[in-house]
T-cell receptor, first 115, second 117 residues
Framework: AQTVTQSQPEMSVQEAETVTLSCTYDTSESDYYLFWYKQPPSRQMILVIRQEAYKQQNATENRFSVNFQKAAKSFSLKISDSQLGDAAMYFCAYRSAYNNNDMRFGAGTRLTVKP | GAVVSQHPSRVICKSGTSVKIECRSL??????MFWYRQFPKQSLMLMAT?????????EQGVEKDKFLINHASLTLSTLTVTSAHPEDSSFYICSARPLRGEINEQFFGPGTRLTVL
């Protein structure tokens, strides 16, 4: 079974600085999707960014970018120019391309942004 | 954008009672809806997957007779926690996949906090 590991339970960053959240996963599949979700105090899950495994180019969404290393099974999230509103729980998730009903989440990383 | 709502957002009930949680896709039709459970400071755990008009598929360890799921239409799925007990207290989140759109899209509801006294 696929597993997703987030080794950083908590991270903090100074406002306007850059922070990187780590995520590794374990799979024997060749095709899959990876996601980063943000869960603010409201508990609403918000999609931050997603990456298709077959794409070599790293996904970017404004201040958010990923470093996708398929061979290393690593999918880190970089947040540039951090803002107070970025403070939240961040979950890394994996979904198989062969079973779209199976999305696995990591344990999450709580990000604090210091003013 | 695609919006998923849940009702109620918060519910407190007595032990032994049943609680129904609704999940609605407001501006799209959903072929598949998912129910997750999230304990404090933990990740989301998939409980079950439901497709409109068919029986839900439950994850291992989830009691289907305790967590009844009905997906009666393409915009509504309900989760009923039967004979709730304090250990069922948790945050329940639903998610919906659009009938049309990228197959890897999945939109989440705001969650329902269940407290069983």
């Amino acid at each position: 079974a696929q597993t997703v590991t987030q080794s950083q339970p908590e991270m903090s960053v100074q406002e306007a600085e850059t922070v990187t959240l780590s995520c590794t996963y374990d799979t024997s599949e060749s095709d899959y999707y990876l996601f980063w979700y943000k869960q603010p105090p409201s508990r609403q899950m918000i999609l931050v960014i997603r990456q298709e495994a077959y794409k070599q180019q790293n996904a970017t969404e404004n201040r958010f970018s990923v470093n996708f290393q398929k061979a290393a099974k690593s999918f880190s999230l970089k947040i540039s120019d951090s803002q107070l509103g970025d403070a939240a729980m961040y979950f890394c998730a994996y979904r198989s391309a062969y079973n779209n009903n199976d999305m696995r989440f990591g344990a999450g990383t709580r990000l604090t942004v210091k003013p | 954008g695609a919006v998923v709502s849940q009702h109620p957002s918060r519910v407190i009930c007595k032990s032994g009672t049943s609680v129904k949680i609704e999940c609605r896709s407001l501006d799209f039709q959903a072929t598949t809806m998912f129910w997750y459970r999230q304990f404090p400071k933990q990740s989301l755990m998939l409980m079950a997957t439901s497709n409109e008009g068919s029986k839900a598929t439950y994850e291992q360890g989830v009691e289907k007779d305790k967590f009844l799921i009905n997906h009666a239409s393409l915009t509504l799925s309900t989760l009923t926690v039967t004979s709730a007990h304090p250990e069922d207290s948790s945050f329940y989140i639903c998610s919906a996949r659009p009938l049309r759109g990228e197959i890897n899209e999945q939109f989440f509801g705001p969650g329902t906090r269940l407290t069983v006294l």
